[in-house]
């Protein structure tokens, strides 16, 4: 199976930028999809982004579109998250995702730990 391991995250401003990474390890292989989930105190997990391998098809949580940024580096196996003009309700774990097919909405079935961003006003 795939591992994930994430980085990237910190504290920042409000209308600061952080780009998280998710390096993939193990069991990698060109037919699947990663994708990054966000969980904020008290509130369930949900979707931010994800991404399939051959980057034809990119799905975003709808309104994170334009401030948020999913690509992937096919060589090393690493997804990237770009977040611009972070707000405070942006505070959360963000957690890396992956599975062995294609279409890169959830669900998905590999977790990394999670990496807390945090956005201060």
């Known amino acids: 199976q795939v591992q994930l391991v994430e980085s990237g995250g910190g504290l920042v401003q409000a209308g600061g930028s952080l780009r998280l990474s998710c390096a993939a390890s193990?069991?990698?292989?060109?037919?699947?999809?990663m994708g990054w989930f966000r969980q904020a105190p008290g509130k369930e997990r949900e979707f931010v982004a994800g991404i399939n391998w051959i980057v034809q098809s990119i799905w975003y949580e709808d309104s994170l579109k334009g401030r948020f940024t999913i690509s992937r580096d096919n060589d090393q196996y690493i997804v990237y998250l770009q977040m611009n003009s972070l707000k405070p309700e942006d505070k959360a774990i963000y957690y890396c995702?992956?599975?062995?097919?294609?279409?890169?909405?959830?669900?998905?079935?590999?977790w990394g730990q999670g990496t807390q961003v945090t956005v201060s006003s």
């Open positions: 193990g069991r990698t292989a060109s037919t699947y999809a």
């Open positions: 995702a992956a599975k062995y097919a294609q279409d890169p909405r959830p669900p998905y079935d590999y």
